[in-house]
Nanobody
Framework: QVQLVESGGGLVQAGGSLRLSCAAS????????MGWYRQAPGKQRESVAA???????SYADSVKGRFTISRDNAKTMVYLQMNSLKPEDTAVYYC??????????WGKGTLVTVSS
């Protein structure tokens, strides 16, 4: 089992920046991919960014060039640097960890609100 705790959400004006953090604990050695998802009011949860155990990153088209996912060397922390934020980035952001066998774990989420 993996426990994930997100932090760093808040209220920011359009054009501003926020850095989200996700602390992972538990059976983290089996984690293959970690990522960030978001869910806006009335919308489905969507993938924002992901990073594999090998360091390969991927991003949703809507955030490419603005968001950067990274992690620490111990692979216990994953970050999402969000720049040039837009009102449409407003959502609850969730950290996700996934094993190779597909087992997936979620944090409780952190709210990001971008005002226009």
């Amino acid at each position: 089992q993996v426990q994930l705790v997100e932090s760093g959400g808040g209220l920011v004006q359009a054009g501003g920046s926020l850095r989200l953090s996700c602390a992972a604990s538990g059976s983290i050695s089996s984690i293959n991919t970690m990522g960030w998802y978001r869910q806006a009011p009335g919308k489905q949860r969507e993938s924002v960014a992901a990073i594999t155990s090998g360091g390969t990153t991927s991003y949703a088209d809507s955030v490419k060039g603005r968001f950067t996912i990274s992690r620490d060397n111990a692979k216990t922390m994953v970050y999402l640097q969000m720049n040039s934020l837009k009102p449409e980035d407003t959502a609850v952001y969730y950290c996700n960890a996934e094993y190779l066998n597909g087992m997936s774990f979620w944090g409780k989420g952190t709210l990001v609100t971008v005002s226009s």
